[in-house]
């Protein structure tokens, strides 16, 4: 274990990505008296231009999903965006029914569910195969008569796998059912065109794609929009589904981000792809290294690693030269290990071993040369130190 | 997964240094705790369970002349054990207290939620000095 | 009529202020690599200096209300903490109850209210005297053996009147009964101390005090937290009151922009002050002119008149070198004119004649020069036209 | 206040040119129209509904030799008002076709929302007309 001299190097790009220069330049000209600091529902001069603003980013999010603008819905990131795409649909039901979801998705989709099943609501929750790939089919399988709301995510935050959402639109869609996609860790990494895939609500955030956190959008199907009921009322911004004064230089920036996306992303995403599988060749030669989820259907920046007989707590405390988060989460909150690598079939030791390494647009060479050396430095010690 | 626990805030310096220095763990190396009358080794957990330890401990006469530990588990869990190796090294068997996981953590700084963590310790340190 | 030259006369804070120089600065540093990108959630280097930075804000913006950090839960602004308070309180009941509110109220309350009407609540809505204000008297006799919640404003955001929270508090605290404030007008501008008056739920937002849209506050008591159904679940952040990624950015430069205050609330109301009885005193010298809202029961900033015979919609217009708000707030949704001012008995005519004015820290004696020399020659040409 | 409606964005430059220059609103000042027959008026709507119109005419012949308004209401009322003053004066009364509501908010670009606003400047005018 050494200290770290400098700042440590960042891997955790799938829990927050640093804002883009681009993007802070563009949001820091609509803070101030000298830049678009408007109301965008005032109708004055500094209205009208703050409202510009927001309609151009607007269109930037949209052309990002192959959406129309019209169908985008200010939020104030994925988790409320999520929150609105379950609670929106449930409570416009008449009555309690059924959710269809899977035990990998994200907290904001399993809380919301879990707090439906206490309203009443039947949630089943699919548990994928051991490489974290739930099967069109077993999708199909649990709809049942009552089934009002599928939500499956497309990129897994923890492991990185990437779902086979076009399939699953199509099962959705032979049974007339609403599909939810939590998108947060997808939007800007991978192709997204929703002209080709029926999907009904898209949770999007800017933090995860080099904007700023704190704004989100929900894609909304123009079958959808009548039948979603709002979380937050007042005003009747966003046409009735979300209140609030639009944040301006939120919205800019996360419509720059996805712009910066569409221009950049194939680049970054090869890139990144070849630092991960670097990063990858270099970690499987320490013994037992073991990789969680599906060797290539997964985003370019997310790698998921057990190191048997290790714990990831001390793991990660081990590594101060490195920022990254593991599967462990050993916290006070919950001693449990990450339910996600548990729900693959992992055992809980496993489980308890990971480390996720998050790569990004401004990751390099040197990131990944110095996380190879000092894991393989306290594996090694803390393996000596283990019974 | 990154939950909005703290547990990193709520490390205290005590524990990063006697994690970054586990210089008891292991096993006594050759001639080490040479003059030893006896070994006496316990040990308590279960990997599954997020933490397994073990300790050995070399008598001679009634003094602790050497204490040594293996553990997988929590930064607090090796750093606990580090700290009672070296405070209980040289002990006297017959006036040793070795207090409680309670005290421990007081003296550590170990948060309430980890003092299962600590149980599984002192289940370790006791059976072997049962056997001592 | 003339065209402006150059930008408006910004008059129009209560919509919304520009972001005070050194909070974008602090927000600023809050975005790219160089700066505090952290995850607050995260549990390393970066993570902690995150965390850091929220932890600071969330005591600057207790202080400002004389709270502990603690009872601070970050939100997207006035609207969600007003949604939260309400449908919170709400639905921890056991049954539908009765809500008792003003007619005067923020949209933000208002149809989340409706909202429970639908759902099987009672509400009353309290008519305010001439003057805007609500009598305590009125609360206590509105309140019955099923009351669940009062939620009475602070300042109103159209004509500024302020209520007599702490007496209103008394009644509510005497009958055992949660009160809810929107401070979303008055904080940092008035003095409020929570220690000295016994607030329940008080709903803050950044943006009307110089900081940055997008970002807000809900202030719980001790006693209501465990009785506060949250909004937006997903990880439990905030004490499990509202789950999200949070931005920290966006709590930073609150933070910062509550310090500010503090600091110059008192300057900054006394000069502000003065300003607007500059504007009054020149306003009213138009015949006909008449204030709106209690004369002296009023926060600095806001000054609402109306012009009767001159139709606000078209007064507007013919103010270009002016950007401000109509209470008559004729669009293509709505044409009814202010409800506010209606609630204060104005008839139909007087409310859609009503200009608001407000002003803040970056307003200048010139600002009140032009308002006033634009003001006499458009309702002067309009009453020219008007039968 | 600042409600989400975007007004201001939907005003054709052409409704804000009419309305900055309201040059036929008013009374027919002394000379004006002098060699009119006779004059005509119609009015109709209140200002507690948002919109009053009146319009005077003054015939000479079977011709409109001047057109005046006034009126109180929003800014699509006031320049349909001075549009429909400029475009007859000077017509001929008997090939008279003023149109309707629909049209001018065709012709001006009026949001549906304010059709009734010109609904009565329509009364308003025809009620002169009736009388000329
Ligand atoms: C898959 C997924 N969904 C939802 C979220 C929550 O988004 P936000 O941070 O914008 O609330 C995240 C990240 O935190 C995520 O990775
Ligand atoms: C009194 C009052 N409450 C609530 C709000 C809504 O706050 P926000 O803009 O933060 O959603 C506003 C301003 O818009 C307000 O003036």
Redesign the interface.
Known sequence: ?SSPQTEPVYL?Y??TAPVDPRVATAMSGCLTRTGVFGNPASQHHFGRLARARVEQARAQVACLIGAAPAQIIWTSGATESNNLAIFGTARAAAKAGHIVTARTEHKAVLDPCRRLEQEGWRVTYLTPDRDGIIEPLQVHEAIGADTVLVSIMHAN??IGVIQDIEAIARVCHERDLPLHVDAAQSAGKLEIDLRRCAVDLLSLTAHKLYGPKGIGALYVSPQRRARLRPLIYGGGHERGLRSGTLAVHQIVGFGLACELCVRERGEDAQRIEALRMRLWEGLRSIEGALLNGHPTRRVAGILNVSFP???G??LL??LPELAL???S???????E??YVLRALGR???LA?SSL?FSLGRFSCERDVEVALGAVRREVQ?LR???? | ???????????APRI?AL??A?DH??EFVAHEADGAAHRAHG?AGR????T???FSLAIAGQRLVGVRY??????H??ATCEWLARSLEGRRLDSLAIGDPLEWAQRLDV????L?RLLVIEDALRAALTRS
Do not use: H, W
């Open positions: 274990m955790d799938a829990a935050n923890e007989g290790v714990e707590e001390s405390l081990g988060s593991t599967g989460a050993c916290n006070s909150d919950s001693d290990p990450s055992d809980i030791e308890q996720r010690r000596a130190v283990a019974p | 997964m990154s939950r909005a626990a703290d547990t990193a805030d709520q490390l990063r994690f970054s586990l763990a292991g040990e990997e599954e369970l997020g397994r330890v073990q293996r553990a997988y588990g929590c930064p869990t090796l948060p309430a939620a980890k299962g």
